[in-house]
T-cell receptor, first 116, second 109 residues
Framework: ETGVTQTPRHLVMGMTNKKSLKCEQH?????MYWYKQSAKKPLELMFV???????ENNSVPSRFSPECPNSSHLFLHLHTLQPEDSALYLC???????????????FGNGTRLTVT | GQNIDQPTEMTATEGAIVQINCTYQ??????LFWYQQHAGEAPTFLSY??LDGLEEKGRFSSFLSRSKGYSYLLLKELQMKDSASYLC??????????WGAGTKLIIKP
């Protein structure tokens, strides 16, 4: 499924670099999410945007900065990261308020980030 | 605190049946999800249970017991392509998803 597209797939950056991760969803959903996935750990929710408004920021360090210019696009701006930030960053979307009772997340393939 | 427990890794044989368990302790309950994630790929939605009982979808079934805080994912007629990680997630009373660390399933011929 190519409903949620993330670029780049892989990123290596130094601790002083600035880079951005991009996510685009083609599903007409109204909510978008950033998750961090580290090996053998549960998915960690970082940010939630609902109807382009940020509704959640789970105590994420300020070196991660999200941006949601419209309901189809989501960015994660990165600066002065630490080696422990190396992980798979997953974007997801869902349709909230659909009256279905639940709304499964649709994930992108992720960006594998390595901080050196 | 809120917690989801599932085995880290399981091994099964092609053509066999495997059951992946998930136990949870959460603040309220608004449903339980199972996702499949192949290595290097996106997690994909498999099933949703909110009422007790068994939900069947082809070779995959998911069971829920709310009183026991327990679910399992049953995979029948295993195929090599079923080798993946299986993620259990519970939606709590605030409609927040609480995730388990995932179970890596290895299928051997």
């Amino acid at each position: 499924e190519t409903g949620v597209t993330q670029t780049p797939r892989h990123l290596v950056m130094g601790m002083t670099n600035k880079k951005s991760l991009k996510c685009e969803q083609h599903l007409g959903h109204n909510a978008m999410y950033w998750y961090k996935q580290s090996a053998k750990k549960p998915l960690e929710l970082m940010f939630v945007y609902n109807f382009k408004e940020q509704t959640e920021n789970n105590s994420v360090p300020s070196r991660f900065s999200p941006e949601c210019p419209n309901s189809s696009h989501l960015f994660l701006h990165l600066h002065t990261l630490q080696p422990e930030d190396s992980a798979l960053y997953l974007c997801a979307s869902s349709q909230e308020g659909s009256g279905q009772g639940y709304s499964p997340l649709h994930f992108g393939n992720g960006t594998r980030l390595t901080v050196t | 605190g809120q917690n989801i427990d599932q085995p880290t890794e399981m091994t099964a044989t092609e053509g066999a049946i495997v059951q992946i368990n998930c136990t949870y302790q959460t603040s309220g309950f608004n449903g339980l999800f199972w996702y499949q994630q192949h290595a290097g790929e996106a997690p994909t939605f498999l099933s949703y249970n909110v009422l007790d009982g068994l939900e069947e979808k082809g070779r995959f079934s998911s069971f829920l017991s709310r009183s026991k805080g327990y679910s399992y994912l049953l995979l029948k007629e295993l195929q090599m392509k079923d080798s993946a990680s299986y993620l259990c997630a519970v939606m709590d009373s605030n409609y927040q998803l609480i995730w388990g660390a995932g179970t890596k399933l290895i299928i051997k011929p």
